[in-house]
């Protein structure tokens, strides 16, 4: 069972964390290690909030799961939740979940058509809405990995630090 931190926009995400919590605690897939509403004093500085979230929540995790919706990006705590859970000596695993009306907009289907490949795998390719939505270390992820491709036009989950799956998946 994995210790879970889960990383969203409290406002506008609760109904699908609370709804992944409810389909994981159903299934005995995790422990919820994620901070909620009053858990930190939101007045304290920055570094403070981080600290605490890093010796309190993420120390014992295994993987984040951010939750992405329309303004995930933009929350400011986002990406040093996502920095605190990859770096340091123990660095967990990170998943990415889109809530389902931004995935459709992020992405476009197509299939590999690459003479070294031809596979015909079905790919998502990122549309231009993906650089608006997707968390910086999670987007930063997808084009490593586009740079650094060297036999096909696409890759799989298990060549990324950081998955992303819709939030029906």
Excluded at 26 to 35: N, Q, R
Excluded at 60 to 84: C, H, K, Y
Aim: charged share 25%; proline share 3%.
């Amino acid at each position: 069972m994995h210790k879970t931190f889960i990383s969203y926009h409290h406002k506008n995400e609760q109904d699908l964390k609370d709804e992944i919590i409810r389909k994981g605690l159903e299934g005995g897939e995790f422990i919820d290690k994620s901070v909620s509403d009053g858990d930190i004093d939101t007045n304290l500085e920055e570094d403070r909030i981080m600290r605490i979230i890093r010796e309190e929540f993420l120390q014992d995790s295994s993987v984040v799961m951010v939750l992405i919706g329309e303004e995930t990006s933009q929350r400011p705590f986002i990406n040093s939740e996502i920095q605190a859970g990859l770096w340091g000596s123990n660095p967990t695993g990170l998943i990415g979940v889109v809530r389902d009306e931004v995935y459709e907009r992020i992405y476009t289907e197509t299939t590999c058509t690459y003479s070294g490949c031809n596979c015909g795998s079905s790919l998502n390719v990122p549309t231009n809405e993906f650089v608006n939505k997707i968390p910086n270390l999670i987007y930063r992820n997808y084009f490593l990995l586009e740079d650094n491709k060297d036999t096909a036009p696409h890759f799989k989950n298990s060549d990324a630090y950081a998955s992303e799956y819709s939030g029906a998946n």
